[in-house]
């Protein structure tokens, strides 16, 4: 909940979105979400909304531009999300920049020393006053620390950015609420559910230990610190809001005046670290563009900026070198039946569409040249493809597939005739290989024995547990809105059933008993006698059997 000292401010704010949006043509969108367009003078916002030429996706693209650093981190963020999101609006995403200046070094430097707990002067020899480089959520700057004339760069968080994320993110929940209730198309994207899962991801971005602890965490599992590493971190004098780490004195990889061969041998080697981190690992850097990629003097390749990074537990990474091994052998049945451990509600599975998604996607990549096709693209089309037909895989997945497709775009740049496959075959059939290892079998059966002797053990207690909710009328029944009309149909079919029978039952009883009397005692009714009328009962009785029977084979739901 918004608090309320900042009402008015986060009123501001979400009117000046709302008019962002309507001035890009997305009015019809507001009124949808019932906001008084009209009334707040919304309409008149138009002047200058781009031209008709202007596509749908750009328009979305230049309003989170528009709207600052936290609509551009969620822009960013949303780029990594091919399974729900159009491809369209995917590409559009990927091209998104931070339009921020540089804040002046007067305002920044209260919050550093705020951090560092003392004046700049007493823990830099140097601190350049203009920054390096500008971001949406921090600046860099180089300094000299004065303790050991070390040479550092420091990040510095801009003042008040987290402040106004949150409000932003407070805005854009009430937005999406309102979106997911009265916009039934939007509905299945959770929309909701994706600006939480975003705002986590922002606030933890936000907090620069964080990324000192993912480079540290990379270079104590780096296996090949001769070729690759991160920038070490200064802990001693990293905070929420600040970050040192070492000064890389180097330039972009592929703009280094090296020879073809080395270049050539730094795609394969920043390949292997990628192959590494993902697959043998499970912790990978997942943003590797040429901005986040140096070389440094010593030839080594520096991975740099380490707030971005994606984890994968070792089923997924079996399961994701099983899809890999299935798109090798163009099996799009393997592949299907892969997918169906990602389906979340499985009677909104397409099972028969997705194999037939699948095997049109493989057909285009059946000869695979990697100079016109990328791994990574087949890997995000096939999540995408996965998605649409209700199987999204774990958003690390798509992160793992777009560090594949920015590592090709850059290690091309370096080596015009680069190809992963070779690189990725070894990973990817070591962790297949490791999983029939004994020694990985035994793990595993002992934990599954381990875990049924728990849950039989348990299970006295369990009953118990429920037997004391039914007694004390405690136990919940959920039931799903969309099956509910059905159920009470059916149980109303049943109930009118079971009252004919009833029926049927007395019909027959009665006429048997007709039957049964003595015809010197009955007495004539419609000038029929005992016999004639019990006969006619159990004519009518056998008429309503047939017909009840005819009704329960009619409504019977066939096999599938």
């Known amino acids: 909940m918004m608090n309320p000292f900042e009402f008015f401010n986060n009123a501001v704010r979400a009117k000046e979105i709302a008019v962002t949006l309507a001035r890009h043509g997305f009015d019809d969108l507001l009124r949808q979400l019932n906001l008084p367009v009209d009334k707040l003078g919304l309409t008149d916002s138009k002047s200058d909304v781009p031209g008709k030429n202007v596509s749908f996706h750009k328009r979305i693209r230049l309003v989170l531009e528009e709207l600052g650093p936290t609509f551009v981190k969620m822009g960013q963020w949303l780029a990594g999300r091919e399974e729900i999101l159009p491809p369209g609006l995917i590409s559009e995403l990927t091209q998104l920049r931070d339009q921020v200046g540089a804040v002046p070094f007067e305002e920044m430097k209260p919050l550093m020393e705020k951090e560092l707990g003392r004046k700049i002067e007493e823990v830099f020899e140097k601190l350049e006053k203009d920054p390096v480089a500008c971001g949406s959520l921090g600046q860099v700057y180089h ?16 003042p008040g950015i987290r402040q106004r994320a949150m409000a932003d993110l407070e805005i854009l929940g009430w937005f999406a609420e309102q979106a997911n209730e009265k916009i ?13 899962e975003m705002g986590s991801g922002l606030m933890a971005e936000l907090d620069f230990r964080n990324e000192a602890l993912n480079a540290d965490l990379f270079n104590r599992a780096n296996p090949i610190p001769k070729y690759v590493y991160a920038p070490d971190p200064i802990r001693n004098w990293t905070s929420r ?28 080697r920043g390949a292997e670290s990628v192959m590494t981190q993902a697959l043998i690992q499970g912790f990978f850097h997942a943003d590797p563009h040429t901005g986040n990629l140096a070389l440094a003097k010593d030839g080594r390749i520096v991975w740099m900026d380490w707030g971005l990074v994606g984890r994968l537990t070792r089923e997924m990474r079996e399961t994701l070198c099983e899809l890999l091994a299935g798109v090798v052998r163009g099996d799009a049945t393997r592949l299907t039946r892969i997918a169906t451990q990602f389906a979340i509600r499985p009677w909104e599975f397409k099972h028969r569409r997705l194999e037939m998604d699948l095997s049109t996607l493989l057909d285009r990549y059946r000869r695979f040249d990697p100079k016109e096709h990328s791994i990574g693209r087949l890997m995000l089309q096939m999540i995408w493809i996965f998605g649409q037909n209700g199987a999204p895989p774990p958003r690390d997945f798509t992160l793992l597939a777009k560090c594949i497709l920015t590592l090709e775009e850059t290690a091309a740049k370096l080596d015009p005739e680069f190809d992963p496959r070779p690189i990725a075959a070894p990973f990817v059939k070591k962790v297949l290989t490791d999983r029939w290892r004994p020694t990985r079998l035994w793990d595993q059966w002992s934990w599954e024995w381990e875990k049924w002797f728990r849950d039989f053990r348990s299970l006295p207690e369990d009953g118990r547990r429920l037997i004391q909710r039914l007694e004390d009328g405690s136990l919940p029944v959920e039931l799903r809105s969309e099956q509910v009309t059905p159920a009470m149909e059916i149980f109303q079919s049943s109930v009118n059933r079971l009252a004919l029978s009833l029926i049927l039952v007395g019909m027959i009883l009665g006429s048997a008993w007709i039957i049964a009397s003595e015809p010197d005692n009955s007495e004539k009714i419609f000038g029929l006698d005992s016999w004639s009328l019990g006969w006619i009962g159990f004519l009518l009785s056998g008429g309503l059997g047939l017909w009840v029977a005819w009704d329960i084979l009619r409504h ?5």
């Open 143 to 158: 300094g000299w620390l004065k303790e050991n004339s070390r040479e550092v760069a420091v990040k510095a968080q801009r």
């Open 184 to 196: 039934d198309a939007l509905r299945p994207l959770d929309l909701p559910g994706l600006v939480d």
């Open 241 to 268: 809001k600040l970050l040192l780490t070492e000064w890389i004195d180097g330039c972009p990889a592929h703009e280094a005046d090296i020879p073809a061969k080395i270049k050539k041998e730094l795609a394969c």
């Open 556 to 560: 019977r739901k066939p096999r599938a």
